[in-house]
């Protein structure tokens, strides 16, 4: 397997507030301060509407920093939030695959975005790697729950990420397959030494992460 070159993440004093009705105002995240480093996993679990989600935008560089510093730096070089986005994978809850096309035309689409000439090739293999190849010129709508989170975690396996975002990528999915999804994303990162940050409402999940934060009132609380 493929071995990342690591990421670091800084986070320094984050605050991020969002307009609410009647043009009042929510402090969703208040001088928040986070270290990832390279390779490491972490979970952030939290109560609903606490900020997860809004927090994972904010470190995956996809929402504009309001106050405070985001630092990203590769190999202990600074880097900006265009080559953060470029170097990220991202699994959502609701699986965000184009239905339309089959699972290896959904996997090979990032690498087809950038001209990679043996697409299809790596796009079997990551495919293969879910334990899904016999699935692989199947319509997504015909995919399960489960197989579809497998087939958005070899989409974002594919392009060898140094970092992946997910934001609750079990939710949808009964226990037992949450649970064989949730080891499946762990272990690909550990293996490609890619860096996992995850928020789930799945406390189990959390435990198999090497790190778990609880976002309280707008700061991380460690976990024990
Ligand atoms: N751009 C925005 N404008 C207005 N309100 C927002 C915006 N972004 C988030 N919110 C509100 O902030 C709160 C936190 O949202 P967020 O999705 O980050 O929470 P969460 O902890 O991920 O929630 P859940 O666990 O339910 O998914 C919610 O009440 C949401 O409606």
């Given at each position: 397997m493929h071995k990342n070159s690591g990421i670091t993440l800084t986070a320094s004093a984050l605050c991020h507030q969002v307009k609410v009705n009647a043009g009042d105002t929510l402090?969703?995240?208040?001088?928040l301060s986070l270290s990832i480093k390279s390779a490491e996993q972490i979970a952030i679990t939290g109560a609903s509407g606490s900020g997860k989600s809004t927090l994972l935008s904010l470190l995956a560089g996809l929402e504009n920093i309001q106050q405070g510093t985001l630092t990203v730096e590769h190999q202990g070089i600074s880097v900006d939030d265009n080559y953060l986005r470029q170097h990220s994978g991202f699994v959502f809850q609701q699986f965000?695959?184009?239905?339309?096309?089959?699972a290896i035309n959904n996997v090979a689409l990032p690498l087809k975005l950038r001209a990679v000439k043996n697409a299809d090739e790596q796009a079997a293999q990551w495919l293969e790697n879910v334990g899904l190849s016999h699935r692989k010129?199947?319509?997504?709508?015909?995919?399960s729950g489960g197989e579809q989170q497998r087939v958005a975690i070899a989409r974002a396996f594919v392009n060898q990420p140094s970092i992946i975002f997910a934001d609750e990528?079990?939710?949808?999915?009964d226990e037992q397959t949450a649970g064989e999804v949730a080891s499946l994303m762990c272990d690909f990162a550990r293996k490609n030494h890619t860096t996992l940050v995850l928020v789930t409402h799945n406390l189990a999940l959390a435990k198999q992460l090497d790190s778990q934060y609880c976002l309280v009132q707008g700061a991380l609380e460690k976990c024990e």
């Open positions: 402090s969703l995240i208040n001088k965000h695959l184009l239905p339309e096309l089959d010129n199947q319509p997504i709508s015909k995919l990528p079990t939710g949808n999915l």
